[in-house]
């Protein structure tokens, strides 16, 4: 596996549902990054993690719990979502703060929330 | 207001033709600025990215940063086929919270 991986590619819950999202970056980075993309607004960011410690949170709702328990992986623990949550959810990881605006992402889980 | 505007099309236009693409912004402090291409059912990819003002050019691509006007342009010479995608243009002060504009959709046609 090269670069940064999403696990799974699509997903499918119900609003009292909980699933997890994983990423795993292959690249020896440091800094792990959650990304929402919703359909006609810009992709916004969610967390930032450097070193495993979590240093942004862009005031996102209780209900999206990170986890990052080493520098090569991120989770994103879901529960109680809303329909409004349904979006793409893309995982992106880069060299540090200084290599921040050079940040790799993976593909995305398409998540659907009914 | 928001901090990044950017016309999300979609555009489409003849095979070899120029594109241009652009974003204006809102804070005066951003001093990075990049442009990511994100192909259908993947992520997006940093195409190019320039530090504060004037030009950057690689290969068919040239990024352009004016910060009087508080507009960034991408320039796409010979445009392929393959070069359809949704191009995002984003900025930041130096931090890790990048800002990225909606996204504009090209579409290239042979």
């Known amino acids: 596996e090269t670069g940064v991986t999403q696990t799974p590619r699509h997903l499918v819950m119900g609003m009292t549902n909980k699933k997890s999202l994983k990423c795993e970056q292959h690249l020896g980075h440091n800094a792990m990054y959650w990304y929402k993309q919703s359909a006609k607004k810009p992709l916004e960011l969610m967390f930032v993690y450097n070193f495993k410690e979590q240093t942004e949170n862009n005031s996102v709702p209780s209900r999206f719990s990170p986890e990052c328990p080493n520098s090569s992986h991120l989770f994103l623990h879901l529960h109680t979502l809303q329909p409004e949550d349904s979006a793409l959810y893309l995982c992106a990881s880069s060299q540090g703060r200084l290599g921040a605006n050079e940040q790799f992402f993976g593909p995305g889980t398409r998540l659907t929330v009914l | 207001q928001k901090e990044v505007e950017q016309d999300p099309g979609p555009l489409s236009v003849p095979e070899g033709a120029i594109v241009s693409l652009n974003c204006t912004y809102s804070n005066s402090a951003f001093q990075y600025f990049m442009w990511y291409r994100q192909y259908s059912r993947k992520g997006p990819e940093l195409l190019m990215y320039t530090y504060s003002s004037g030009n950057k050019e690689d290969g068919r691509f040239t990024a352009q940063v004016d910060k009087s006007s508080k507009y960034i342009s991408l320039f796409i010479r010979d445009s392929q086929p393959s070069d359809s995608a949704t191009y995002l243009c984003?900025?930041?002060?130096?931090?890790?919270?990048?800002?990225f504009g909606q996204g504009t959709r090209l579409t290239i046609n042979p």
């Open positions: 984003a900025m930041n002060r130096g931090a890790q919270k990048l800002v």
